[in-house]
């Protein structure tokens, strides 16, 4: 059976930059073992399966060369960009039903944005033994965790680890041991680690960051939507940015680099966020067809 797979790159902040990801339009007769084939053969960090839902737009499902995950962000953006840009659908409110329940998604000219939940945070003390490790995964002396704020796990959909530095070039330098950030990705029940600085590449940023998520495959990701939501929540509600828009760089500092930009936009009431919207562009680079 062949498969028409489209490789969109999503959050592209330069030419050529962004986080590609794999999409599937027509993925009703799929299995799952198929999904996960075509997934490894594709070789991105994950790709994103359409099909027909009787609860939302289209029901996604998210498979990275290793396994089955409940959302994933870039790839949420390459879906509803490629059918944006494919004429499928227009500008408004859609949704995705997935294996966690049903998203909103807001398409608006060139750009798409989804839905994340109210976020939940767990601070962790740097003097800890955990803290400790944390830093030795990180290749850290843990005196280094010491930022502007703790390291916190935050969710507001999928559960990251986020870790302040000071600046861009302690960003750059870090060197993280992947098999110990797979064993806290693991303990703590992570996607992944997102280490970030408020100093940017770029004025007007509010973040930079990077994001390994071993325990799934993927050594270091150039644009994680699902991460840099959680990092908004954690600037405005513990480090006191007042924006409702922050946009967060990402995959500037990687090797080769890949620059991204996500776009993120906070809910209030009552000064508290209930929920908010993730995104930013996608660019369609291929298509490929592939044996299921």
């Known amino acids: ?70 959302h994933c962000g870039h790839a949420t953006i390459a879906t509803f960009s490629l059918l944006r840009q494919q004429g499928v659908l227009g500008n408004g409110r859609f949704s995705k039903e997935t294996v966690d329940g049903p998203r909103d998604i807001l398409l608006d000219g060139d750009m798409a944005f989804m839905e994340q939940t109210a976020p939940a945070y767990r601070r962790i003390d740097p003097a800890s033994d955990l803290g400790a490790r944390i830093a030795s995964s990180m290749g850290l002396p843990p005196g280094r965790l010491a930022a502007e704020v703790d390291p916190h796990v935050v969710s507001t959909g999928n559960a990251f680890l986020l870790i302040a530095l000071p600046d861009a070039q302690a960003l750059a330098e870090l060197r993280p041991r992947q098999d110990l950030v797979h064993a806290i990705s693991e303990e703590l029940d992570l996607i992944g680690v997102y280490a970030f600085t408020t100093k940017t590449q770029r004025p007007g940023r509010h973040a930079g960051a990077r994001m390994f998520a071993p325990r799934f495959g993927i050594p270091e990701e150039p644009g994680t939507g699902m991460a840099a939501g959680p990092l908004a929540c954690l600037l405005h509600d513990v480090l006191g940015v007042q924006d409702r828009e922050l946009l967060i760089e990402q995959g500037w500092l990687m090797q080769p680099p890949s620059p991204s930009l996500i776009r993120v936009v906070l809910e209030l009431e009552d000064g508290r966020i209930t929920r908010l919207m993730a995104g930013g562009t996608g660019h369609i680079s291929r298509s490929m067809v592939l044996e299921a």
């Open 1 to 70: 059976m062949q498969v028409a797979v489209h490789i969109v790159h999503a959050f592209p902040d330069a030419p050529g930059g962004g986080n590609p990801a794999g999409v599937v339009l027509d993925a009703d007769a799929l299995t799952p073992a198929q999904k996960l084939s075509i997934a490894r053969q594709v070789g991105l960090s994950e790709t994103a399966f359409v099909s027909a839902s009787q609860k939302a737009t289209l029901r996604l499902e998210f498979f990275t060369p290793a396994r089955q995950i409940a």
